[in-house]
């Protein structure tokens, strides 16, 4: 079977959330990570806050008091990934994410691929922070549909990161440097499902895999634009309205790129709507999902490889 793939330019953009405080949420983003209230794409939103470095809105925050906290075994996300374009602006941001009172450090992992730091933020929101490696020294095994790219989970000492990485001007221009959503992880009821759907239907490339417990999926041969995994979830149905994951959004070049998604779901028989420049649906475990044209942020999330050095 032929599987008609995402473009090549393929990105991530905004992550929505659904915050129970506001105030709070917007504090901690701002304070903790450095981003900056930014207007939306259609003018200022009085309903919630834009959130970013430069002009790239990285986070929306959507109040929506008097929903509950999603459980930790729930369908949702597992974290939204921040990518930085160098080693020192991850340290920095990284070391004023771990001062701040109310993160909680979740951990760290060098994955061959790129260098990452976990972090919750007060509403249980997961966030890693990450710098990618060269493009050049990604290993992968295999070909064709049979291709994984190699990553691991190997020590990266915090301390020792922010010895060998943290400048001063990186610190002191926290809020100048440039990042971009590199990914986004989430918690799925079942691998098979997640493949089905996110590979066999969407159109990404499957990646990798993870001993039948998560899948990472791209376009244009990155390592991973999306995963799914079922390590806190597996069995999980599909959500409820509660705090958390609102929305994430996936740019495609152009409008032909949103109709030709547009009718591999009507093909799959999956509910959508779409206004020719953007598409909107949910995945099985209904979270909404939108693809829109637009260009990636520039040097950032799509261009990860020309950046690392």
């Given at each position: 079977m032929t599987i008609d793939l995402l473009p090549p330019d393929t990105g991530m953009a905004t992550v929505s959330l659904k915050v129970g405080n506001l105030d709070a949420m917007a504090r901690y983003y701002t304070d903790a990570l450095g981003l900056e209230r930014l207007a939306?794409?259609?003018?200022?939103?009085?309903?919630?806050?834009?959130?970013?470095?430069?002009?790239?809105?990285?986070?929306?925050?959507?109040?929506?008091?008097?929903?509950?906290?999603?459980?930790?075994?729930?369908?949702?996300?597992?974290h939204t990934a921040l990518l930085?374009?160098?080693?020192?602006?991850?340290?920095?941001?990284?070391?004023?994410?771990?001062?701040?009172?109310?993160?909680?450090?979740?951990?760290?992992?060098?994955?061959?691929?790129?260098?990452?730091?976990?972090?919750?933020?007060?509403?249980?929101?997961g966030i890693e922070l990450y710098f990618d490696k060269p493009r050049t020294t990604w290993q992968w095994t295999?070909?064709?549909?049979?291709?994984?790219?190699?990553?691991?989970?190997?020590?990266?000492?915090?301390?020792?990161?922010?010895?060998?990485?943290?400048?001063?001007?990186?610190?002191?221009g926290l809020r100048e440097a440039g990042a971009g959503v590199g990914h986004v992880h989430l918690q799925v009821g079942d691998i098979d499902t997640a493949?089905?759907?996110?590979?066999?239907?969407?159109?990404?490339?499957?990646?990798?895999?993870?001993?039948?417990?998560?899948?990472?999926?791209?376009?244009?041969?990155?390592?991973?634009?999306m995963a799914m995994n079922v390590w806190n979830s597996r069995g999980a149905g599909p959500r409820q309205d509660t705090l958390g994951l609102g929305e994430v959004l996936i740019t495609v070049p152009a409008a032909g790129d949103v109709d030709a998604l547009a009718d591999r779901l009507r093909f799959a028989g999956i509910?959508?709507?779409?206004?020719?420049?953007?598409?909107?649906?949910?995945?099985?475990?209904?979270?909404s999902i939108r693809v829109a044209v637009g260009a990636p942020p520039a040097g950032i999330a799509q261009t990860p490889h020309r950046l690392a050095q």
């Open positions: 939306g794409p259609d003018g200022d939103d009085r309903a919630g806050l834009y959130l970013g470095r430069g002009s790239t809105p990285l986070v929306h925050l959507s109040p929506a008091a008097g929903l509950r906290l999603p459980a930790p075994t729930e369908a949702g996300l597992f930085f374009g160098s080693r020192a602006d991850l340290a920095a941001t990284v070391a004023t994410a771990a001062r701040h009172p109310q993160s909680r450090f979740v951990g760290s992992a060098d994955h061959l691929v790129s260098e990452a730091f976990y972090f919750a933020d007060p509403e249980g929101n295999g070909t064709g549909p049979s291709r994984s790219v190699v990553m691991d989970n190997v020590a990266l000492p915090p301390a020792q990161y922010l010895t060998d990485h943290l400048t001063e001007s990186a610190a002191g493949q089905a759907f996110y590979v066999d239907t969407l159109g990404f490339e499957r990646t990798a895999g993870w001993h039948g417990q998560a899948l990472f999926v791209s376009a244009g041969g990155y390592h991973h634009h509910e959508r709507h779409s206004t020719g420049l953007e598409l909107r649906f949910r995945d099985p475990w209904n979270n």
